[in-house]
């Protein structure tokens, strides 16, 4: 059963930083398979960083260079580390793992006060 952990959510002012962490368990770990993603209020899903095959990263142009996302394979942990947080990055984050569908985590929220 795949399980995806997130934590490091919270509440913070413009400017400040946050790093949210996913645990996984019950796959095969990848690296390449995990991503975040993030939903605000009345707003679609969204990517906001992943790994892609072969290793490659893609962020969201919002994101791009105030995000990174890097992973501890013998952890099974996946990272995004935010830096500079606006109040437009305030929504649920959502850890990602993708193989033969789409699994995801329950989410953590990020409030960004201005």
């Known amino acids: 059963q795949v399980q995806l952990v997130e934590s490091g959510g919270g509440l913070v002012q413009a400017g400040d930083s946050l790093r949210l962490s996913c645990v996984a368990s019950?796959?095969?770990?990848?690296?390449?398979?995990m991503g975040w993603y993030r939903q605000a209020p009345g707003k679609e899903r969204e990517l906001v960083a992943r790994?892609?095959?072969?290793?490659?990263?893609k962020y969201a142009d919002s994101v791009k260079d105030r995000f990174t996302i890097f992973r501890d394979s013998a952890k099974r942990t996946t990272y995004l580390q935010m830096n500079n947080l606006k109040p437009e990055d305030t929504a649920v984050y959502f850890c990602?793992?993708?193989?033969?569908?789409?699994?995801w985590g329950q989410g953590t929220q990020v409030t960004v006060s201005s």
């Open positions: 990602n793992f993708r193989r033969d569908k789409d699994y």
């Open positions: 019950g796959i095969i770990w990848s690296g390449n398979a």
């Open positions: 790994y892609l095959t072969g290793g490659a990263i």
